[in-house]
């Protein structure tokens, strides 16, 4: 086969994991640079145009969409969907999981279990959003943070108060969230592929920190999970429209909640900690699944 993996880096561990899986699958791959695509999209054939060549012949690409390049990324995507390559997560729902409330709402629907959670936009219901969620502790966060930035523990509720106020002026858009204190700044990375929880780990936050995210100095063990996890993070990829994800919970008193869906899950930390070819489980899908045309949404909303 003929794979593509957008990455703007082929030197990120991930990239250089799934470049060495492929090849030793006997597949073609290359690593594109999203943001050096660029595209008439106007065109009757939709293509797509790489360092003045078309970039022509793929049977599948991997997306590995960084967050602060979401709309371009998923532009390419798209664009490839529509020219009847196999996408491993299609442009929807790479762009569904990056919007942290759009997210939590298609989560909730299906009853999957969350933080409590709430979200308002007039400061005069600052006080009352606050009750909504327990009042303080708080979590506040900005919704379209990731690796933890834009993640505040608000302990009192004037903190709360202030945090709120700063984001508000800030004209961002956050969402006040529980704290689950009860998870001792731990939580479960579980990395789905299809229908399966193929690793998980267990991260745990430094010392004074209740952020576990490894960029943020967290460390991550091997942990075995609860079919209740298992299938909590199974459906949660699932209702996101994502075939691979890395699905986060925290422990919390009233069972598994959810606090985020990653659409270009870190291999680094879950082949670390559990000695799995979790790159090569992901061309193993690929070559099982990707087929022209097969693409579901092919760039709909
Ligand atoms: P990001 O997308 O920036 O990683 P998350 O929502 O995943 O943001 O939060 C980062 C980390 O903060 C989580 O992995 C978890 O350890 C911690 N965290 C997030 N929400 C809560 C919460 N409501 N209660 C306790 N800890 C939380």
Redesign the pocket.
Known sequence: MKIGILSRNRKLYSTTRLVQAAQKRGHQVRVINHLRCYMNIASFKPSIQYDGKQLEGFDAIIPRIGASVTFYGTAVVRQFEMMGTFSLNESVAISRSRD?LRSLQLLSRKGIGL?VTGFAHSPDDTEDLLNLVGGAPV?V?LLE???????V?AETRNAAESVVEAFRGLNANFLV?????E?R???IRCFVIGEKVVASMM?Q?EEGE????LHRG?TAKLIKISPEERSTAVRSAKIMGLNVAGV?I?RSNHGPVV??V?SSPGLEGIEAATGKDVAGMIIDYIERHAKSGKTKTKGRG
């Open positions: 942290k933080p979590v966060k943070g990731t690796q933890g930035k834009g993640v523990l969230q529980e704290f689950v204190k998870a700044g731990s939580d991260r936050a209740f952020r576990s995210n967290g986060d925290l606090v985020e990653n």
